[in-house]
Every structure is written in C-alpha cells, then in structure tokens.
Antibody
C-alpha cells in the first residue's frame, strides 16, 4: 500500500528555521513529482511547493508566499522529500501535507509563535 | 497567478439529492500538450484530502461513478448524483496547468 509519512513539525519562533520530512513507500518514488500542501487552522488548502523528477532535472517551483524562504528537495535513494523552511512567519502556521496528488500523508503540524 | 473561484461556498443537501459545484478559472487551464490539469479533491472532517477527479473528468481509482466531472477552458463542474453520507466534507478544485499551482477556496457539502 502507498504510504506517505510526514515528520519534523513542531513549535518554533518567528524568524527561526525548521525542516520537515516525508517518507514514501508503496510506489515508484523516483518517477513521481512530489508536493507540499499546507492548511492553516480552519482554512482551505494552499499549494506550497513541488519538485519534479530526475529526467526533469529536479526542477522546483514555489508559491509566491514562500518563495525565497522555503526549499523543497528529495532523495530518491531513500524515497524521501523534504521542506526546509527558513525565516518562518506566524502566517506559516499550518498542517503541512506531503503529497503525490493521488496520495496524501496525514500531515505534520508546524506552529510559528513567540 | 491563476485564481480558481468555487461556488457555492456551502451547499446543504438531503441524502439522495444531486449536488453541483462550479469552479471558474481566471485563465484557460488547457496546457500546451492538449490536456487540462483540473482536479477535484474531497477533504472529509479530520482527514487528509483525497483525489476524486483528475484531468477534468477522469475518476481516480475507487471513486464511485456518482461523481462526474466536466468542463473545459475556464469553466468546470463537479456533480454528485445521489449524495450519500460519506460524501460530506469540503470539496476543492485544483489546477496543475500553470505555475504556481492553486486551489479553489472550497465548497462545504453538508446535510440540510
């Protein structure tokens, strides 16, 4: 069965950094574009970032709200995808989902508060 | 950025009714390869989103045939015939044609 398991969320202060991870299994990870989507408490879904596959040079794309602060990466040898979040703001507080669009993890909660 | 406008914001239905949700895009979602990357997701209470429809009208594996996606260009519709209790939640349209990708604001389907 396909599984996406996020980890690394937690409470951080504004301007701090945090790196969250996602472990994938049950599908050919290296063939799949991977995404991070977030959901602030009580709000809708917001697409955050995506990373393409090796044949597409691992190209990355970001939402305007996180561009320059967040970095998505992947390690195909470990079937892992990461989101490095720098200069965090209170408005980055959200549940962060790792997804291949057809499949979603359960999310990891990131809270940015002083 | 592409803006997806979903209507209505909320929809109250009786079990067994048909429900219809509209998603309008600020620009055409037809990609240069001829495909239209418009998808529909359902997020049930307390759960992660789940894919229902991809490329406008293709049901994902295991999705019942009472879910019907249609549309082209900038106007898209998700119809649910004979609403069942497990269909309740928030529906989102999503476009993967233009970077940055974007979601609609969601439509909450609830019981009358």
């Amino acid at each position: 069965a396909v599984q996406l398991v996020e980890s690394g969320g937690g409470l951080v202060q504004p301007k701090e950094s945090l790196k969250i991870s996602c472990a994938a299994s049950g599908f050919t990870f290296s063939n799949a574009a991977m995404y991070w989507v977030r959901q602030a408490p009580g709000k809708g879904l917001e697409w955050v970032a995506r990373i393409r596959t090796k044949p597409n040079n691992y190209a990355t794309y970001y939402a305007d709200s996180v561009k320059g602060r967040f970095t998505i990466s992947r390690d195909d040898s470990k079937s892992m995808v990461y989101l490095q979040m720098d200069n965090l703001k209170t408005e980055d507080t959200a549940m962060y989902y790792c997804t291949a669009l057809a499949y979603w993890g359960q999310g990891t909660l990131v809270t940015v508060s002083s | 950025d592409v803006v997806l406008t979903q209507t209505p914001v909320s929809l109250s239905v009786t079990l067994g009714d048909q429900a219809s949700i509209s998603c309008r895009s600020s620009q055409s979602l037809e990609y240069s390869d001829g495909y239209t990357y418009l998808e529909w997701y359902l997020q049930k209470p307390g759960q992660s989103p789940q894919l229902l429809i991809y490329e406008v009208s293709n049901r994902f594996s295991g999705v019942p045939d009472r879910f019907i996606g249609s549309g082209s260009g900038t106007d898209f519709t998700l119809k649910i015939s004979r609403v069942e209790p497990e269909d309740l939640g928030v529906y989102y349209c999503f476009q993967a044609t233009h970077d940055p990708y974007t979601f609609g604001a969601g439509t909450k389907l609830e019981l009358k």
